[in-house]
């Protein structure tokens, strides 16, 4: 076993640390409803004072991360480490003896679908803006759809999706669909 000398001193330890990692999810739906979720209820019921250590995986987050989405609360933490992948993580758990936990959870608050819209409002261009607000105008309903062939079986997603529009459209006339890459 690799590391036998620093796990049986982590695991020997009765003073850990709490290290709370955000993960990360490349798909936009998994990360929101997965990912970013798990952060309103956690610093609801955890000060965050109790925390010693956040890892946030920056670069690889869609909207910003615990960093940007929760500055009040992330600047109470003990740290906030920015690790380059998981082995990193797992070192500094070692490091630093503390217990990793990875949140997830499958609801989104109002509180933190606020945060996620304030901080996308802030990161696009007023152009943008401009396009979005008078797309929201001339669509109603507004459906987001991706497409994802890495990892799915339906093979004619393509088309299918479409199809699914079209009947959509049918009882929707001004249905709007916004294409997620």
């Known amino acids: 076993m690799a590391n036998r000398e620093r796990v049986t001193a982590y695991l020997d330890d009765p003073n850990r640390s709490l290290m709370v990692s955000e993960d990360t999810m490349s798909h936009i739906g998994h990360h929101i409803w997965n990912i970013i979720s798990g952060w309103a209820p956690l610093f609801s019921l955890v000060p965050p004072e109790r925390i010693n250590i956040i890892t946030s995986y920056r670069n690889w987050q869609i909207f910003g991360g615990v960093t940007e989405l929760y500055p009040d609360y992330v600047m109470r933490v ?13 070192e500094l758990m070692l490091e630093r003896r503390a217990i990793s ?40 309903p507004l459906v987001m759809i991706t497409i994802r062939t890495d990892n799915r079986a339906w093979t004619d997603q393509q088309n299918g999706i479409a199809c699914l529009i079209n009947e959509l459209a049918r009882d929707y006339p001004q249905l709007g669909a916004i294409r997620f890459i």
């Open 78 to 90: 003990g740290s906030v480490v920015r690790p380059e992948s998981a082995d990193t993580v797992y």
């Open 101 to 140: 936990l990875v949140l997830i959870d499958g609801y989104t608050t109002s509180a933190g679908a606020e945060r996620i819209v304030d901080w996308s409002r802030q990161h696009c261009t007023s152009a943008f803006h401009a396009e979005v607000e008078a797309f929201r105008r001339s669509a109603f």
